[in-house]
């Protein structure tokens, strides 16, 4: 398929989604490319609320591309239930292998975002909002994306659009034309900064970022660990490598996950210890000085996706 044709086809599967009655919007990569924000992707992340889990399955696993049938990607992926996304794990799936494969990764919780994603979608979409939050991970490519997702929210009259700002030279720019709404720069404080003129805001901004990317590293390194029993119980189970239907698949992965898949890893090891760790290592590393933490947001109502 050519990204036309994926596009064409991820957005047909939500339409068909939506007219079951899953609860489901798509976000990440593929929003970006529906708000004109990048050209072209190859995979599709899907927001999907745990109790339509039962009903994504069954249509997956009647969905097929170019007469490939869809399967679990790998000995890695977590299997569709809420137990496990509540969490904060994700599921991933395929469509054929290799380069060629089509890929769908589901989302039961949008990560970092306080509110829940249902309230804020556009048509097939997750709202710029949620994916801006979704997209503070440790990858360089995805900062560029926020701010102009941020941009583009302060513009159309949404002043959540000031929290995704973290490109100095923008965030001037933008302050010469529109003041933010004050509980918003309680919020954040490096954003004060920048309204004051204050020669620190540049700083105070890098160590934001600074923030967002060390916590996304340390909990990829939670789940990471909370997954190796897992991928074992998988590979043993020999489940990749055999020829069974998506539903009886799923079986056999639940009870994999049953037996060594730690449902809430994140929560387990402490938001608080989470945040505290992030922080003492950018200070260790030189990243942070004990001035910039001065002017770091309170990031833990990010972690409310968590709960139940």
């Given amino acids: 398929m050519n990204p036309e044709e994926l596009h064409d086809f991820y957005e047909g599967l939500v339409r068909r989604l939506r007219r079951e009655g899953v609860v489901c919007a798509i976000t990440s990569g593929l929003a970006c ?46 299997p569709l239930e809420a137990r496990w996304h509540i969490g904060g794990w994700t599921s991933h799936f395929q469509w054929g292998e290799g380069a060629e494969a089509v890929t769908l ?32 991970t440790n990858r360089d490519k995805d900062w560029p994306v926020i701010t102009a997702l941020g941009l583009k929210l302060v513009r159309a009259g949404d002043p959540r659009g000031w929290f995704h700002l973290f490109d100095h030279a923008e965030l001037l720019a933008l302050l010469a034309e529109i003041q933010p709404p004050q509980e918003i720069v309680a919020i954040r404080p490096a954003l004060g900064l920048a309204i004051q003129g204050d020669p620190r805001a540049a700083g105070a901004i890098r160590a934001e970022r600074s923030l967002w990317e060390e916590l996304d590293r340390l909990r990829i390194s ?53 945040m505290q760790t992030a922080t003492q290592t950018l200070l260790n590393g030189g990243i942070l000085s004990s001035e910039s933490v001065r002017w770091l947001p309170d990031v833990r109502q990010c972690f409310n996706y968590l709960q139940p």
Avoid at 46 to 67: A, G, N, P, Y
């Fill in 105 to 136: 990764d589901v989302f039961g919780r949008a990560l970092r975002s306080p509110i829940p994603w249902e309230s804020d979608l556009y048509g097939l979409y997750a709202g710029k909002h949620i994916v801006a939050q979704m997209k503070r």
């Fill in 222 to 274: 939670i789940y990471e660990r909370a997954l190796r029993p897992y991928v074992v119980a998988v590979r043993k189970s020999g489940v990749v490598h055999a020829s069974l239907r998506l539903p009886e698949e799923h079986g056999v992965r639940l009870n994999c996950a049953e037996e060594a898949l730690d449902e809430r890893p994140l929560e387990r090891y402490g938001i608080e210890r989470h």
């Fill in 33 to 78: 490319v529906h708000y004109q924000l990048a050209e072209s992707t190859k995979d599709c992340d899907l927001l999907c609320h745990s109790q339509s889990f039962h009903q994504l399955l069954k249509i997956l696993s009647e969905t097929t591309v170019q007469e490939q049938p869809c399967r679990y990607r790998g000995n890695l992926s977590p």
